[in-house]
């Protein structure tokens, strides 16, 4: 999408509006959905045990439920994330997010890193649920964001996603860039970690991103409601 085709409706619906926090409470739950369904957000993001909840919340809305897979570490068998992911569609999720063996990257293992998105994307797609596959770019030189962006252009997941936002570091647009080059049309990137603020946002949209991961949703509009 181009930025300056955006409206307020139109950037709204890309966000992924983030509460992952250890602390999270119900009440956090339902502010966090009442603000989605206020403003229009694809989806709000959230782990995987406050899905009932957010469903419910969301009920009758065109907000989807994300859950959070193996966050924020990853370092789950991937027998594990089948299950984490099958409970959370059971659930209710609409969208799945998961974190990708950071680890069997760094041992350039990529046949592990293909089984396990092959298994994720199989058992989102036979549930007709988006799966978004997150590396944790911080952690990976250039060749192996390439190279794990070139096995997702081959399994096909909805989307590649840059960050948790709880490693070192989140989005950048160089990252964004690089994983939209790669992938092309056939996977969709989503950038997320550290995007604040509506400048940010909008480069990582010019550099490829067609959602983003973020807690400042309201902020993010604000500015740009602003920006003239």
């Not at 603000?35 to 809305?61: D, F, H, Q, W």
């Not at 992911?85 to 974190?99: F, H, P, W």
């Not at 509506?198 to 740009?224: N, Y």
């Amino acid at each position: 999408m181009k930025v300056n085709e955006l409206n307020e409706k139109s950037l709204a619906g890309l966000f992924d509006h983030t509460f992952l926090k250890a602390y999270a409470t119900e009440e956090d739950f339902i502010k966090l959905c009442d603000e989605a369904k206020r403003i229009g957000t694809a989806m709000v993001a959230i782990n995987s045990y406050p899905v009932k909840l957010c469903k419910k919340l969301l009920a009758g809305t065109n907000v989807h439920v994300g859950a959070a897979i193996a966050f924020p570490l990853g370092q789950m068998t991937i027998e594990s994330k089948v299950e984490e992911t099958k409970n959370a569609i059971a659930d209710g999720a609409d969208e799945i997010d998961y974190v990708i063996n950071v680890g069997k990257v760094k041992e350039h293992d990529f046949d592990y890193i293909r089984q396990e998105m092959e298994a994720l994307v199989q058992v989102c797609k036979e549930a007709n649920v988006l799966i978004k596959v997150i590396f944790e770019n911080c952690y990976l030189t250039k060749e192996e964001i390439q190279r794990c962006a070139e096995i997702a252009k081959e399994v096909k997941p909805d989307f590649i996603k840059t960050s948790t936002g709880f490693g070192e570091g989140g989005a950048t647009v160089e990252d964004v860039a690089l994983m939209k080059k790669v992938v092309g049309e056939e996977v969709k990137v989503k950038a997320a970690g550290g995007i604040r603020d509506w400048e940010t946002c909008k480069k990582m949209i010019e550099a490829g991103a067609e959602r983003i991961g973020t807690s400042s949703s309201l902020k993010i509009l604000e500015e740009f409601k602003n920006r003239l």
